[in-house]
C-alpha cells in the first residue's frame, strides 16, 4: 500500500482556489445579469417613489395626470412603477417650484463644505461594508451627489455595485492610482458612474495594498511628504461634484485607513453590540487615537464634524444584546445613533446576489421581513442624512 503524501506549495493552493472562485463568480455574474452581466436599478411603486421624494402619492398621480414630469410605467394591474432616473427628473422639476431651496434637492449649497463619512472598524462581521453601501444608496435616492470609495482591497463594496474587482480591474482604476507616489492619475480617471442616479464609484481590489507597502519605502526615502494628505487632496481634485462621499475603510489601522481619516469630516464605527465585539472595539478604538496622535503631530488637522457608532446586526429580542446596547447609550450618549441596523434575513439573502435590500423586489422576501428590514435601513440613513444637514446649519 502506497502511503506517499504528495506536498503541496501553499502558495499554489490558494493561489489556484482563488482562480476557481473567480472564475465561479464570474459565471454566477452572467447567469444573474444578462445578456450584458451589467447591473440595473429596479423600479420603484408610486408609494416608494413619493415617499423618497418627499411627497403624497396622489400628488404624483396629479403631476402624471397633467403630463409633468416623465411618465411612469404602467402595469398590468395599472400599477405605477418610476425608474430611478424618473424619480431624479421629479426632483429637479419639484425643486423649482419649492417653497424653499432644498425641499427637493437637498445637497450643497454656497458655503457648505463637502462631506467626506469614513466608515470603519477593525473586527470582521461588523457590518461597516454593508452600512457603507446602503448608506451610499440611500443618500443618492434622496437627491445627495454621491461618491462611494472603496478602500478596503477585500472589495465588497465594489462587488455590492456589480463590479468584479479581479476580472474587471486588471490594468488598474482603484484610488490607488490617484494616490501613488509615482505618477498619480487625475482622480477622475477612476471614478465610474454606477446603475443607480447620483452615485458614483471608486472601486477597490488587492492594488490597494500596494500603497501600504509603498509608503513605509517613501517614507524611508524622504518622499512620502504628509502622506495622510493624499486621499484629501485626490478628494480636492472633485470637490465641486459632490455632496457627500462615502469611504469604506480597510478592516485594519494601515497606512489607507489613517489617509482616510485625514480626509473624513465625519466617521461612523460600526458595533456589533456583542461582549467579544465590544471588547475588540475597546482596542481598536485606543489604537486610533494612537495612530491618530502621530498624525496630529506630523502637522495634520484631526477635527471632524461628527462621530457616530451605528449599531449592526441588532436583534432587540436579545437579551444580552440588549444590555451592552444600554451600557454603549449609557457611556457615548448621542454619540450612538439612535437608530440600530438590526439583523435581517433579507439583508443577509440579497447579499447573495451580491445586492443591496434596496435594489431586490419586495416580493422576493415575507413581507414583514422586508419592511421591517427596510425602516431599520431608511431610519438609519436617514438619522445620518439630518447629521449631514445639521452640520451645514440646516435642521
Given at each position: 500500500?502506497?502511503?506517499?503524501?504528495?506536498?503541496?506549495d501553499?502558495?499554489?493552493?490558494?493561489?489556484?482556489?482563488?482562480?476557481?472562485?473567480?472564475?465561479?463568480?464570474?459565471?454566477?455574474?452572467?447567469?444573474?445579469?444578462?445578456?450584458?452581466?451589467?447591473?440595473?436599478?429596479?423600479?420603484?411603486?408610486?408609494?416608494?417613489?413619493?415617499?423618497?421624494?418627499?411627497?403624497?402619492?396622489?400628488?404624483?398621480?396629479?403631476?402624471?395626470?397633467?403630463?409633468?414630469g416623465?411618465?411612469?410605467?404602467?402595469?398590468?394591474?395599472?400599477?405605477?412603477l418610476?425608474?430611478?432616473?424618473?424619480?431624479?427628473?421629479?426632483?429637479?422639476?419639484?425643486?423649482?417650484?419649492?417653497r424653499?431651496?432644498?425641499?427637493?434637492?437637498?445637497?450643497?449649497?454656497?458655503?457648505?463644505?463637502?462631506?467626506?463619512?469614513?466608515?470603519?472598524?477593525?473586527?470582521?462581521?461588523?457590518?461597516?461594508?454593508?452600512?457603507?453601501?446602503?448608506?451610499?444608496q440611500?443618500?443618492?435616492l434622496?437627491?445627495?451627489?454621491?461618491?462611494?470609495?472603496d478602500?478596503?482591497p477585500?472589495?465588497?463594496?465594489?462587488?455590492?455595485?456589480?463590479?468584479?474587482?479581479?476580472?474587471?480591474?486588471?490594468?488598474?482604476?482603484?484610488?490607488?492610482?490617484?494616490?501613488?507616489?509615482?505618477?498619480?492619475?487625475?482622480?477622475r480617471?477612476?471614478?465610474?458612474?454606477?446603475?443607480?442616479?447620483?452615485?458614483?464609484?471608486?472601486?477597490?481590489?488587492?492594488?490597494?495594498?500596494?500603497?501600504?507597502?509603498?509608503?513605509?519605502?517613501?517614507?524611508?526615502?524622504?518622499?512620502?511628504?504628509?502622506?495622510?494628505?493624499?486621499?484629501?487632496?485626490?478628494?480636492?481634485?472633485?470637490?465641486?461634484?459632490?455632496?457627500?462621499?462615502?469611504?469604506?475603510c480597510?478592516?485594519?489601522?494601515?497606512?489607507?485607513?489613517?489617509?482616510?481619516?485625514?480626509?473624513?469630516?465625519?466617521?461612523?464605527?460600526?458595533?456589533?453590540?456583542?461582549?467579544?465585539?465590544?471588547?475588540?472595539?475597546?482596542?481598536?478604538?485606543?489604537?486610533?487615537?494612537?495612530?491618530?496622535?502621530?498624525?496630529?503631530?506630523?502637522?495634520?488637522?484631526?477635527?471632524?464634524?461628527?462621530?457616530?457608532?451605528?449599531?449592526?446586526?441588532?436583534?432587540?429580542?436579545?437579551?444580552?444584546?440588549?444590555?451592552?446596547?444600554?451600557?454603549?447609550?449609557?457611556?457615548?450618549?448621542?454619540?450612538?445613533?439612535?437608530?440600530?441596523m438590526?439583523?435581517?434575513?433579507?439583508?443577509?439573502?440579497a447579499?447573495?446576489?451580491?445586492?443591496?435590500?434596496?435594489?431586490?423586489?419586495?416580493?422576493?422576501?415575507?413581507?414583514?421581513?422586508?419592511?421591517?428590514?427596510?425602516?431599520?435601513?431608511?431610519t438609519?440613513?436617514?438619522?445620518?442624512?439630518?447629521?449631514?444637514?445639521?452640520?451645514?446649519?440646516?435642521?
Amino acid at each position: 500500500m502506497d502511503n506517499t503524501f504528495v506536498h503541496e506549495d501553499l502558495n499554489a493552493v490558494i493561489r489556484q482556489h482563488s482562480e476557481w472562485l473567480a472564475n465561479q463568480l464570474h459565471s454566477q455574474r452572467e447567469s444573474l445579469f444578462p445578456p450584458d452581466a451589467e447591473k440595473t436599478m429596479r423600479k420603484f411603486t408610486s408609494g416608494e417613489a413619493a415617499a423618497l421624494l418627499g411627497v403624497n402619492d396622489s400628488y404624483l398621480r396629479k403631476l402624471n395626470l397633467d403630463g409633468k414630469g416623465p411618465s411612469p410605467e404602467l402595469t398590468a394591474g395599472n400599477r405605477r412603477l418610476y425608474s430611478a432616473q424618473d424619480i431624479q427628473a421629479l426632483r429637479v422639476l419639484l425643486e423649482k417650484t419649492a417653497r424653499k431651496p432644498g425641499d427637493y434637492v437637498p445637497g450643497r449649497r454656497e458655503g457648505d463644505h463637502l462631506q467626506v463619512i469614513g466608515v470603519m472598524n477593525f473586527k470582521g462581521g461588523s457590518g461597516k461594508t454593508t452600512t457603507s453601501a446602503h448608506l451610499a444608496q440611500r443618500l443618492a435616492l434622496r437627491g445627495y451627489r454621491v461618491l462611494g470609495i472603496d478602500l478596503d482591497p477585500q472589495a465588497s463594496f465594489t462587488a455590492l455595485h456589480g463590479v468584479q474587482p479581479e476580472l474587471d480591474l486588471e490594468d488598474g482604476g482603484t484610488l490607488y492610482d490617484a494616490i501613488r507616489y509615482e505618477d498619480p492619475e487625475p482622480i477622475r480617471s477612476v471614478i465610474r458612474k454606477t446603475y443607480i442616479p447620483n452615485l458614483d464609484l471608486i472601486p477597490g481590489n488587492l492594488e490597494l495594498m500596494e500603497f501600504e507597502h509603498d509608503t513605509p519605502r517613501a517614507l524611508a526615502q524622504g518622499n512620502a511628504g504628509l502622506f495622510f494628505f493624499r486621499v484629501k487632496e485626490a478628494l480636492a481634485q472633485v470637490d465641486e461634484d459632490y455632496d457627500v462621499v462615502v469611504i469604506d475603510c480597510p478592516p485594519q489601522l494601515g497606512f489607507l485607513t489613517m489617509s482616510a481619516l485625514s480626509a473624513a469630516t465625519g466617521v461612523l464605527v460600526t458595533i456589533h453590540p456583542e461582549m467579544l465585539d465590544v471588547m475588540s472595539m475597546s482596542q481598536f478604538l485606543r489604537m486610533t487615537a494612537d495612530l491618530m496622535d502621530v498624525i496630529a503631530e506630523s502637522g495634520a488637522d484631526m477635527s471632524h464634524d461628527w462621530m457616530r457608532y451605528v449599531l449592526t446586526r441588532y436583534e432587540p429580542q436579545d437579551a444580552p444584546q440588549n444590555r451592552i446596547v444600554a451600557f454603549l447609550r449609557t457611556m457615548y450618549g448621542e454619540a450612538v445613533l439612535n437608530s440600530p441596523m438590526l439583523k435581517s434575513t433579507a439583508i443577509s439573502d440579497a447579499g447573495l446576489t451580491k445586492q443591496t435590500l434596496y435594489e431586490v423586489e419586495r416580493s422576493a422576501f415575507t413581507r414583514s421581513t422586508y419592511d421591517r428590514a427596510i425602516e431599520s435601513l431608511n431610519t438609519l440613513n436617514d438619522e445620518i442624512a439630518d447629521l449631514i444637514q445639521k452640520t451645514w446649519g440646516r435642521t
